[in-house]
Nanobody
Framework: VQLQASGGGLVQPGGSLRLSCTGS????????MGWFRRAPGKEREFVAA????????YGPDSVKGRFTISRDNAKNTVYLQMNSLKSEDTAVYYC?????????????????????WGQGTQVTVSS
């Protein structure tokens, strides 16, 4: 599946953004979807995952309560709603897809488990 991410931009601390990622060329509903981010000078960080049905979601403590992942399989799209943004959320955000089981993704939280990646969208949180 090919992925196209969008929705990044510049936002003030405390603000919100919604990222979108649309898939093509595959059966989108079969894929577990995730969002990762890479801040300057840091390793890529796993920030959200959602099961193929959308019934189960995951987010690490660093974003829990602020970021929400969701999907619309009819539109082949996964979203990342980001609220109460902080300067430390500044990063390039990537969506990713995998055919591995959702339980495996949660157990490993490794970017190497994802075979398809979007191009990345920049999120900058600054006043």
């Amino acid at each position: 599946v090919q992925l196209q991410a969008s929705g990044g931009g510049l936002v003030q601390p405390g603000g919100s953004l919604r990222l979108s990622c649309t898939g093509s060329g595959g059966t989108f509903r079969n894929y577990v979807m995730g969002w990762f981010r890479r801040a300057p000078g840091k390793e890529r960080e796993f920030v959200a995952a959602i099961s193929w049905s959308g019934d189960s979601t995951y987010g690490p403590d660093s974003v829990k309560g602020r970021f929400t992942i969701s999907r619309d399989n009819a539109k082949n799209t996964v979203y990342l709603q980001m609220n109460s943004l902080k300067s430390e959320d500044t990063a390039v955000y990537y969506c990713a897809a995998t055919l591995k089981p959702y339980t495996t993704v949660l157990a490993t939280r490794r970017d190497s488990d994802f075979g398809s990646w979007g191009q990345g969208t920049q999120v900058t949180v600054s006043s």
